[in-house]
């Protein structure tokens, strides 16, 4: 297996993070004022109205709320810390309501708390997540990050599941200006398009506002003489509103999936535009990305032409973007790629990989995608196909394209006793050396990564003197992963032996352990006249 598409798409909302004002959501290792002390948790008054849950009271606690919000945290966590007074401030506002909303955490860097965590896949910290009746319903927690927000937010939650709209009064309180809202529109509300209607605004709730009205005059776009149940969907974008007509609960909810994210989705710094980049780095479905200036005199062609592209593209499993080189050179520094090379196309398919073109024009862009195969002719694996012509990095001697891939270069001195790998020298190194390889991937800002260093290091030295052992790391962050290897989190600890088996270690990070773990699965293979001149090479 690949790097996951979730890992994906937390490395891109990381860079969304630090490159814009999108509310955070710290990846493991995230040393964020870890060190420094907890002001926040200081400044909370006594007692505290957040409940605190463990292993020991969490199911029993969440069981007897219809609604709760729980947030999974880690304690060394900077973004927890600074959400903590604003959550402890909505608690407290929120145990006035009428009902009272109840606010929980726990902490998942407790070792009985794990279970709890891997249960509901949390990624990140922090994470909100709403209970609904007695934890039968889970959702994402999707509002703001501010006491206020979180206070408003879960109000809504709590309320009708869709608003009756019986004036102009109600539409603005549903169709929200530079929002997703979702109308039906119905003769009467009963019946089975009613019911599936409400089914799914419960569901999606706390993506989106919906709606539900007899009038549709009072709707400021759309056909006012509706005869027959209809879901309206209202966007700050495109078309500024869509009809449907299918109301079987699915249909409705990918219609939905479908029409909430622009034809094209815009990278830059303005906020409104982050939801929408999060739902695009979100998505399966394969990504093209165009990257300029948008201060260009060619803005406006370049972003005619991919809207052109796009709606001819419209149904099919491909989602398009647009970005700022101001806005997203974080991005670029993702894909290993500079603003030298803009402006540039990177596709990038629901397996991760990426093939592009640097130094584009306008008029390149529809030629290289309509020249290829008949639109109407596109299925999903014929369209990544035809990608991988179209958005290449070279051609291998043969002839044949293999896609692109991020590497740092190859060390010209690489004699420290845990041996640096990079992409490019990873099948050498790992997989034609004929050696047992212990590889971490590592990030640099991982705190547990930084503490793993010495010990990693004791294991190298250790090996010095064994020709047929290898100790080495690979920045995560600066190149891509091969398909052998799945990283969900930092440090990752493959071992690869010298007749290619692939192991996971997934023991304890102790020197004494790691060694054992490469003596227990290491192959015995002949030695070298001169094993120090074997690791040299390296």
Not at 109 to 119: D, G, L, M, Q, Y
Not at 177 to 197: A, L, M, R, W
Not at 413 to 435: D, H, R, T
Request: glycine residues 6%.
């Amino acid at each position: 297996m690949a790097i996951s598409s979730s890992w994906i798409t937390a490395a891109f909302l990381a860079l969304l993070v630090l490159s814009s004002s999108l509310p955070p959501s710290a990846a493991e290792g995230d040393d964020g004022g870890a060190k420094e002390p907890d002001a926040g948790a200081e400044a909370v008054a006594e007692p505290s109205f957040v409940i605190t849950l463990d292993a020991s009271n969490f199911s029993e606690s969440v069981s007897k709320h219809d609604f709760i919000v729980v947030e999974f945290y880690a304690p060394w966590c900077g973004h927890c810390k600074k959400l903590a007074p604003e959550y402890e401030k909505a608690a407290l506002v929120l145990s006035e309501n009428d009902p009272p909303i109840a606010l929980a955490k726990i902490d998942c860097n407790e070792n009985v708390n794990k279970e709890i965590a891997s249960k509901y896949e949390i990624r990140g910290f922090p994470t909100l997540k709403i209970f609904r009746n007695g934890g039968e319903g889970v959702q994402e927690y999707k509002g703001p990050r501010e006491a206020d927000g979180i206070v408003e937010y879960l109000r809504k939650q709590v309320g009708p599941t869709s608003t009756e709209i019986k004036s102009i009064e109600d539409v603005d309180k549903v169709i929200v200006d530079k929002k997703i809202s979702i109308v039906g529109i119905f003769p009467q509300f009963s019946g089975e398009e009613f019911e599936t209607f409400i089914k799914v605004a419960e569901k999606l709730r706390s993506d989106y506002d919906f709606g539900h009205t007899s009038n549709a005059k009072l709707l400021p776009h759309g056909d006012e003489t509706v005869k027959q149940p209809i879901v309206r969907l209202f966007k700050p974008f495109d078309e500024l509103f869509v009809d449907f007509k299918d109301f079987q609960a699915d249909a409705i909810e990918k219609f939905i999936e479908s029409e909430s994210t622009p034809i094209v989705t815009t990278y830059d710094n303005d906020p409104i535009n982050h939801p929408y980049l999060e739902k695009f780095f979100d998505s399966p479905n394969a990504k093209a990305m165009l990257y300029f200036n948008f201060s260009s005199d060619n803005y406006n062609t370049f972003k005619s032409k991919l809207h052109e592209v796009a709606k001819d593209y419209k149904g099919e499993n491909i989602k398009f973007l647009i970005g700022d080189l101001d806005a997203s050179e974080m991005a670029l520094q993702f894909f290993g790629l500079n603003k030298d090379q803009a402006p540039l196309i990177i596709i990038q398919d629901s397996k991760g990989h990426k093939y592009f073109q640097p130094n584009v024009t306008p008029e390149q862009i529809a030629t290289w995608l309509k020249d290829y195969a008949p639109l109407s002719e596109y299925d999903p694996y014929q369209l990544m196909q035809t990608c991988s012509v179209i958005f290449m990095i070279g051609s291998q001697e043969d002839g044949g394209l293999e896609p692109y891939r991020k590497s740092e270069s190859v060390p010209e001195v690489n004699n420290e006793p845990v041996k640096i790998v990079v992409a490019k020298s990873l099948q050498e190194i790992v997989f034609s050396s004929g050696k047992n390889v212990l590889l971490e991937f590592y990030a640099p800002w991982c705190g547990h990564c930084k503490k793993l260093a010495p010990i990693l290091e004791e294991v190298a030295i250790s090996f010095e003197n064994e020709a047929d052992v290898i100790i080495a790391k690979m920045d995560a962050t600066k190149n891509d992963i091969t398909d052998e290897f799945a990283v969900q989190g930092f440090p990752t600890l493959y071992f690869v032996s010298a007749s290619g088996k692939i192991s996971q270690y997934e023991g304890n990070r102790t020197a004494e352990d790691i060694i054992n773990f490469v003596n227990n699965n290491r192959d015995v293979i002949s030695q070298p006249d001169s094993p120090d001149s074997v690791k040299d090479e390296l």
